[in-house]
């Protein structure tokens, strides 16, 4: 019975596996040949970091592996320069050390697959990254293709499949060529550095112009004269306030003149006292505040500093972070801002109607602003990515907030906001002006009110004001004004600040140097050379920074001068368009960088920086042990070496207890 019993169900088995066969067979048949190859194909897709390829993947059908090389697999070795200057500087690339378990896993991955997609980021750098893969790989020409995406959704992810191309070599050598000028600055000056100021300085292109401008600023600051200068206000009681109201002291004249010195203000006072102050006129105007722009890399970097309090560093973490992928429960990993290394402020038609819907329906229509269609035809648009956006308008900060980090969400809801404003209707201040007149002189008030917050319900930069507390609503023409009292102030000029992070970041941007990816690495590196200290947020520089600025300047002008650099920026991106080969930018290049480096190791004289001494004694040999700086920051070592190597961690008293056991 149980032989019979199995028979049966063996049989129905079989009976419903031929139906499952016969209907995909059907199913297949019905498919023309080209859907049918793609049907049964296997394809790999390569991306640079695990959680970008977790996120990719789920969009993907089960014929697509996603697999992460972790970035550059191919570079220059460490050990040597790595260009041929002899052979037309030629680069040597070497597999980086560490890389040789992921690249036999890729090509074990690669013998699988009918067709392989190299998904690397959208810019020079994810282009490089290809070209290298498909060199490490050995890929065939018809086997591979380069896809990008500005954003990793479900619809930039398929429809990049579909647009599938070449990698383009242009891309390639503009970032080959940027690499190439900053290993021959780095290899050919470094050690000059090391022999004329201390082991383990660097010189790099961008990073020495960016030195010089922190240096430039404190020369500024060390050499700034204060000047003496006063402000008047005359405390003026109008009939009816409740209160008297500041009019500030604007000359005698059309523009507001400055008062230099305590017997000129007290000239004016005397001659002012023989008058009777009068409303001269009063004037109501209407203002329109535009909506910023959504951000580019420079100016998240720099809002992020100001409202965040975040290094440039920390912000570029964080946003690759939510660019790639964030864990949401229940849904998965999910991109949730576009590519972030951009300097444009152009957004895609469709992620520009969605915003406006957007706004129109959760906002009003009062909020609402039509695209300008005349201003976007007026540009010749030339610039490859976006701003930076969220992926979804529709998922707002809050309903992530819990499913986040606290720093992603912080950064997260910065970026929503300025792109949400940045499709929004302008504010409106309604502003009142009065001035005063008291024989020949005047002062004046001004009382500011915003009769339409417009974008600002979502969004306030630091320059955007808030309303005045009063107006001046019961102040009319014939208003008789009575003097309260005067408030004079002694001033003197001051400095320019010192830069933060923000500020040069800025500055770079304005002068043309560098570009959205290298400002955060430059600025790392000046502080991790301890050429410059961050206290406060202010960069100052160091007795190290200014040995080496000081070099650069009588060595090497032309590196360190703005001008030059910005230049060089302006051809790498020709090189980018294909209008000019990157080899005859290195070949103009070198011959003046090798002149100066044998002239500099002829005529530089030696600059002895001491240590900082500690009153830590060496248990070994008795010497005071000094502060040397190692890759993961200070500590204690002999100044006895070699005969004595002792060293020990650095610890700072901060005279705080401990919060568990009060030690």
């Not at 200057?85 to 690249?103: A, M």
């Not at 040995?547 to 002008?557: G, T, Y």
């Amino acid at each position: 019975m149980k032989t019979e019993s199995g028979a049966f169900f063996q049989k129905i088995v079989i009976k419903y596996s031929l139906a499952w066969q016969e209907k995909m067979v059907y199913s297949l048949c019905r498919l023309n040949e080209q859907e049918r190859k793609e049907y049964m194909a296997k394809y790999l897709v390569i991306v640079e970091s695990p959680a970008k390829a977790k996120t990719i993947k789920k969009f993907l059908g089960s014929n697509y592996e996603v697999i992460a090389s972790n970035g550059h697999v191919r570079d220059l070795p460490k050990s040597q320069m790595g260009i041929d200057v002899d052979n037309d500087f030629e680069p040597k690339y070497i597999t980086i050390r560490g890389k040789g378990d992921i690249l036999a896993q890729l090509r074990k991955e690669v013998k699988k697959a009918d067709k392989v997609y190299l998904a690397t980021d959208p810019d020079r750098e994810g282009e490089a990254i290809s070209y290298h893969l498909s060199k490490a790989l050995k890929l065939d020409d018809k086997k591979y293709k380069r896809i990008t995406f500005n954003e990793i959704t479900k619809n930039a992810v398929k429809n990049s499949i579909k647009q599938a191309r070449d990698i383009d070599m242009a891309l390639v050598d503009a970032q080959q060529a940027r690499r190439v000028l900053d290993r021959l600055v780095g290899y050919k000056i470094s050690p000059l550095l090391w022999a004329k100021i201390k082991r383990g300085l660097s010189a790099g292109r961008v990073q020495s112009v960016a030195l010089k401008l922190i240096c430039d600023r404190e020369k500024e600051i060390n050499e700034f004269i204060p000047k003496e200068y006063w402000t008047l206000s005359a405390m003026l009681a109008p009939e009816k306030a409740k209160k008297s109201i500041e009019f500030k002291y604007m000359g005698n004249g059309s523009d507001k003149e400055e008062i230099s010195s305590r017997a000129e203000l007290d000239h004016i006072i005397e001659t002012i006292g023989k008058q009777s102050f009068q409303i001269a006129s009063i004037k109501d105007s209407e203002r329109h505040k535009k909506a910023p722009l959504p951000f580019t890399t420079s100016t998240l970097q720099q809002e992020a500093s100001s409202k965040l309090n975040f290094a440039t560093s920390k912000t570029m973490r964080i946003a690759q972070q939510l660019y790639e992928g964030v864990e949401i429960k229940g849904r998965g990993s999910i991109g949730l801002i576009s590519y972030l290394r951009t300097d444009s402020t152009r957004i895609s038609d469709e992620a520009d109607a969605l915003a406006r819907n957007f706004i129109k329906e959760n906002y009003g229509d009062a909020y609402y602003m039509a695209p300008d269609h005349a201003a976007r035809q007026g540009k010749k648009i030339q610039d490859a990515h976006e701003a930076i956006r969220p992926t979804n308008i529709e998922i707002l900060p809050s309903q992530v907030k819990e499913l986040i980090s606290r720093d992603q969400f912080r950064l997260y809801q910065l970026i929503w906001k300025r792109f949400v404003s940045s499709r929004m209707a302008n504010a409106i201040y309604e502003t009142t002006n009065i001035r005063i007149a008291a024989g020949d002189y005047r002062f004046s008030a001004a009382a500011s009110h915003i009769k339409f917050d417009g974008y600002m319900s979502v969004y306030m930069s630091d320059e955007d004001e808030k309303s005045d507390a009063f107006t001046f609503s019961q102040i009319t023409k014939e208003s008789q004004i009575s003097l309260d009292k005067y408030d004079n102030k002694q001033h003197f000029t001051q400095p320019p600040a010192h830069y933060t992070e923000a500020s040069l970041v800025k500055t770079l941007e304005e002068l043309g140097i560098g570009r959205p990816s290298t400002y955060a690495p430059t600025i790392g590196t000046i502080i991790a050379r301890r050429y410059v200290i961050k206290e406060d947020k202010n960069l100052y520089v160091t007795e190290i920074g200014e040995a080496v600025n000081k070099i650069m300047l009588k060595s090497f002008p032309s590196i360190v001068d703005v001008n030059f650099t910005a230049n060089m920026e302006s051809l790498l991106d020709k090189v980018e368009e294909g209008s000019v080969n990157w080899k005859t930018v290195v070949r103009n290049f070198y011959p003046d960088l090798d002149a100066a480096v044998k002239l500099a190791e002829k005529e530089l004289e030696t600059v002895k920086i001491e240590d900082e001494v500690t009153d830590v004694i060496c248990e070994n040999c008795g010497r005071n042990m000094v502060i040397k700086y190692g890759p993961h920051g200070k500590f204690l070592a002999c100044p006895g070496f070699p005969e004595c190597r002792n060293t020990k961690p650095y610890l700072e008293k901060i005279g705080v207890a401990c919060p568990k056991c009060g030690k």
